[in-house]
């Protein structure tokens, strides 16, 4: 089903593909389980190399115990606003060059060479310290790199058509030199920022600068690694694969590298019509009708079409030659993975991690590692209907690993061998974590789907977790951790496809709202949902909902279950990050059901903790689902901090280790804007961040900003 809450980016998270009959809570089948034991006003940025100064010690970071700043209003204005006695300034737009060689952005559709430029629809955001020397440092403020995801563009039809100097191509096929650079302008970049103590810049020049794209060769790690179901025209052995695409959420490990999780991958994949027969009995049929892709789907922007090389014939997902080897078959199985990257060093290849499972990755969030216990990282798969997942590593945690001298070998030692589990919620307010390997009869005796190996279960994980019935979510987005207890919070940003039939206690809310006069059904705001567990590799866990995401003015029995007020109402909850400096939780919206009165936002809380509120029973009709909810929030609790440019998101941010600068990345202003338009600025839907003064062209740009306080303050404090 559409609503109307659908935004243009919106219906990548529609495919539905979860048609199993998997349970709620209360009717649970025993599964018998081994267990092996601004800147409205502010900001033109200042670009170029400005002198470091010698800012390494500023103050050290403080807890924040209250939240110090006044709410900012909801707003529908084109700008970013942040609140008094803030600043925000735009450092990092669509665009920016790479290095010294690539021309300034002109913004006008005929910009090329977008691999030495920042890439489109900027997402996760992880900051990742130097020292003046320029080496790896946790405690330098004034200088760093900030590794993100650029994680697709604004289109219509076919075309990126902000990329394109009269809009581009809509129609099929597509020409060659679109596709070459819609290519480029997905994917991941480093770029090294520092302050001079005055403002904040990106260093164009830095040895440290780096993009990878779609086309970056990477290589396969886990289970997944030499599998029959990789084996590609590309990689023969299953071994290798290239590039990275639609990254949406990011983490960072204990160990130092930057984690980025492939999303809505599956939509830039083609399937004729044909090709369930061309495959014969592959079971991968089921695999792909499961992934979003049945036959005869058409690619999200027909790259398949672009000509006869193998840039443009590996989005073809069709068995067209004598074998796999032949190729590209298997092509849309070398994405969906976790993946890793050594943001301080560019000559180091990305490894795609199979250990963690393939699914519609968000982030990747890590319980704080103890010595001599397993490394344990949770995730989300984004799509309606999807599942909650956690990784336990092998191998042990060795405090030495905190610093290695070889990153990634640390990533190998960690994240290549160890333990998926999924969650299972019940009603009772309890959980647990189910095992998803061979090791789980479930699993290996299936007769719902035919795993024959570790590599089966990494890369068809979403039918593993359907076999052994985990909880469908109403799309879970960002996990954190909170650095306080450890407890774990991932959004639920919003499900229209939840009803009275499939409500459960963790997913307990279907109702409608409405929007500008209009009806939207379902979970229409989202929630976020939050576990607690004795030793985070423990199977069982406790769960409450800690915020029921509303506008202010619903039924508090019902839909406002929250007590949320006009400071703090909010609606699609999706980045959520616990500062380390502060213990502030950051939540950053992605919304498309409130927008008729308010642009999305960023809110700042003080979060207490599972089981501080109580048990709620709400009435469906002649249906009653009890609940668990944490306490009301206040605007001590919870507050909005920033609102963003009209057609936005906010996506990632992060902070400097002394708490007193955060990057906050704005994506897809302007998304509604029609291709017909691009290039008459007085109908773009935004013309932000040109309209803050920040670079050439009218066109809206995905950017990152910077947000300092003026008296040289902790952020939110
Ligand atoms: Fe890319 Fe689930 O948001
Ligand atoms: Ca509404
Ligand atoms: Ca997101």
New binding site residues.
Partial sequence: MTTNSQRPSDIFHDEDSNTSNNPSFDSVLSTRLSRRSLLGAAGVATLGGTALTGCATSGPAAPVSSLGFKPVAKSTADQVTVPEGYTARVIYALGDPLNAATPAFKNDGTDAEFGNRAGDHH?GIEWFGLDASGKPSDSFNSRGLLAMNH?ATTDEKLSSFFIHANGGTATLPRPAAEVDKELMIHGLSVVEVQTDGKAWATKPASAFNRRVTTMTPVTIHGPARGSEHLVTKYSPDGTQARGTLNN?GTGRTPWGTFISGE?NWFGYFFRDAKDDDARKKDKQVQALNRYGRKAGTASRHGWESGGSADTYTRWNNGAVAASAKDDFRNEMNTFGYIVELDPYDKTTTLRKRTALGRMGH?NATFARAVAGQPVVAYMGD?ARGEYIYKFVSAAKWDPADANPANRLAAGDKYLDKGTLFTARFKGDGTGEWLELSMDNPVIAGSSYFEFKSEADVAVFTRLAADAVGATRMDRP?WGGVNPKNGEVYITLTNNSARTVATVDSANPRVYTDLKAGKEQKGNVHGHIVRMSQKNPADDAFQWDIYLFASEADSDKSQVNLSSLTDDNDLSSP?GLVFSKATGLCWIQT?DGAYTDKTNCMLLAALPGQRGDGGAKTLTHGDKQVTTHVGKPQTPATLKRFLVGPKGAEITGITETPDGRAIFVNIQHAGENTKMADVNDPSKFESRWPANAGYGAGQRPRSATIVITKNDGGIIGS
């Fill in positions: 997402d994680e949406c999303e968000e984004d987005e999706d992605d």
